[in-house]
């Protein structure tokens, strides 16, 4: 069985370019995540949908977006890419809320390197 | 202001002894905390969670310890394994629930376990 999967691995962009940055949840999770890792830090949360609706986001700019699709795939968007959006990009997704900690799988993630 | 803190960047331990991995948090609304491993060039793997309300979850040679009075929790490795040697992230789980949460992270700590 497919874990996540995201696209592509790995990017290299100038400033001010835009990036769409992908993700095909485990099947049957209907709940999609993004996170932001720079190095040395721990993933940072940016975006949260449920159903094709945002239910989260995190403290990133409007230059940041996201949306999820009737398949429950997502993408996620940046704009106006600056150094400091140079990162490792982690997609998780989750099966439906039936309580406990509703754990989040984690694709491998997509590298943005920003000249 | 880190909510979640992992005050250890790395550690190291002999194969066969016990790894403890520890992590602060300061938001007394988190209700639930997880532990996740991540090699090089992979996402974060899900090891262990433990609820608020617990002080103590146990799955095979992992064991998570919670002491809310102290907002501390540990990752107890035993024995530790020199396939062990990754990097640890503390995470802690927020949000209005049902399908609307997201994860608090740490920063990480390396651990290594020699042969």
């Known amino acids: 069985d497919a874990g996540v999967t995201q696209s592509p691995t790995h990017l290299i962009k100038t400033r001010g370019q835009h990036v769409t940055l992908r993700c095909s949840p485990i099947s049957g999770h209907k709940s999609v995540s993004w996170y932001q890792q720079v190095l040395g830090q721990g993933p940072q949360f940016i975006f949260q949908?449920?159903?094709?609706?945002?239910?989260g986001r995190g403290n990133f700019p409007d230059r940041f977006s996201a949306r999820q699709f009737p398949n429950y795939s997502s993408e996620l968007n940046v704009n106006a890419l600056l150094l400091g959006d140079s990162a490792l990009y982690l997609c998780a997704s989750s099966d439906v809320p039936r309580g406990g900690a509703n754990v989040l799988t984690f694709g491998a993630g997509s590298r943005l390197t920003v000249l | 202001d880190q909510q979640v803190k992992q005050n250890s960047p790395s550690l190291s331990v002999q194969e066969g002894r016990i790894s403890i991995l520890n992590c602060d948090y300061t938001n007394s609304m988190f209700d639930y905390f997880l532990w996740y491993k991540k090699y090089p060039a992979e996402g974060p793997t899900f090891l262990i969670s433990i609820s608020s309300i617990k002080d103590k979850n146990e799955d095979g040679r992992f064991t998570v310890f919670l002491n809310k009075s102290a907002k501390h929790l540990s990752l107890h490795i035993v024995p530790s394994q020199p396939g062990d040697s990754a990097v640890y992230f503390c995470a802690a789980r927020s949000g209005s629930g049902g399908s609307n949460y997201k994860l608090t992270f740490g920063k990480g700590t390396l651990l290594t376990v020699n042969p």
């Open positions: 949908y449920y159903e094709k609706e945002e239910r």
